[in-house]
């Protein structure tokens, strides 16, 4: 049997401007994992994913129609990795078989409430990374990354896959998406191999090194959120206010760019600076776009982390999930830890996750 796992992940700044090519991103990879086993089978094969099997399909309507809305549902998202990673081994003369695979996640709590750690793109990297093991396909990090974003864009259909990178790259990472369009087109008129292995348009993932004294602390606010609702609507708002969203895409990349110089020079203070000035540009993006990034709860652990010296503000989409504090090794964080949970926001016993911490199991 063989055993892989990929790590969730949390936005640290360059959310929503992240979507656009060349727009960077920081991200960590977090040491909470979507396991997958994979063992051969004779006859037939089967998919298992208890915590999957009680999830709701949400809808909507468009035009009047019911419309299924299956991006939140990480089922799908394991049978589109399913099906490009074999179209792939075929590519490369690979003899497809039954399997029984198996998914655990611990990127849910006990209810199975998200927390907002990345569980779609994991899953799907996790997926892609135990049949690259059973078919023996030998893919490079870079190969699985983007075997894992075309099977992901196929089910969510917007996004940056920056949560696809950190689940295959672990640790701290500044991310670009590609050219989406680009890659989309590719797809229609040659091999999956051959655009596996091409240069991908805008895409640059560099790992980056945390300083010493930095410390990362997530909040929790219990209130799960939808990324791909939430980018659609900062999407539908941006044609009415395109002068404010290239605004905010230049402000953003302004000061990603300046927090990546922080991390290359150790520098908490500049990181700090720079994270207060990503919240306050995500603030700017909820006044034009009426979409509701920082929520109440959100603003309350961000608001109670400043009073104790972190620099904080919400991560990825917002609108729920979770909310990172960068604050000195140095600070104590007990007395924020208390006003946290006396404010109802859970704190997370979370690290960043380096990919040489990996094992991968084969029996």
């Known amino acids: ?35 997958v086993s994979i063992k051969s089978s004779k006859r037939n094969g089967s998919i298992q994913s208890a915590q999957y099997s009680d999830m709701p399909i949400r809808w909507t309507r468009r035009k009047g129609e019911l419309v299924l809305d299956i991006r939140d549902n990480p089922f799908h998202y394991i049978l589109a990795a399913i099906h490009f990673t074999e179209k792939f081994a075929l590519e490369n003369n690979k003899t497809l078989t039954f399997y029984d695979l198996k998914v655990t996640s611990e990127l849910d709590n006990s209810n199975g409430r998200k927390y907002g750690l990345g569980s779609s793109g994991a899953v799907t990297v996790a997926t892609v990374k135990a049949l690259d093991a059973y078919y023996q396909l030998g893919l490079s990090q870079l190969e699985l990354f983007k075997l894992a974003t075309l099977a992901h864009l196929n089910v969510q259909g917007n996004g940056s896959c920056g949560d696809i990178a950190a689940s295959c790259y672990g640790g701290w990472l500044a991310f670009s998406t590609f050219d989406h369009d680009w890659v989309l087109n590719q797809l229609t008129s040659r091999s999956l191999t051959d655009l596996v292995k091409s240069d991908w348009p805008s895409l640059k993932i560099e790992p980056l090194k945390a300083p010493e004294d930095l410390r990362l602390l997530i909040g929790w606010t219990g209130s799960p959120a939808s990324t791909s609702d939430l980018v659609d609507q900062v999407h539908q708002s941006r044609e009415q206010k395109e002068a404010a969203y290239q605004q905010f895409l230049a402000d953003s990349k302004a000061c990603v760019a300046q927090m990546i110089q922080g991390f290359k020079q150790e520098d908490v203070s500049l990181i700090q600076a ?89 029996s």
């Open 1 to 35: 049997m063989i055993e892989v796992s990929a790590p969730g992940k949390l936005y640290i700044a360059g959310e929503y401007a992240v979507v656009e090519p060349g727009h960077p991103a920081i991200i960590a990879a977090i040491d909470q994992f979507i396991n």
């Open 274 to 362: 720079m994270i207060r000035t990503n919240r306050a540009l995500l603030t700017q993006l909820t006044t034009f776009s009426n979409v509701s990034i920082e929520t109440q709860q959100l603003q309350v652990m961000s608001d109670l982390a400043e009073q104790y010296g972190g620099a904080a503000k919400s991560s990825g989409a917002g609108g729920g999930d979770c909310g990172i504090v960068i604050v000195d090794k140095k600070a104590g964080i007990l007395p924020l830890m208390s006003a946290w949970e006396k404010a109802g926001i859970t704190p997370l016993p979370l690290h960043v996750y380096h990919l040489n911490e990996e094992k991968m199991n084969e």
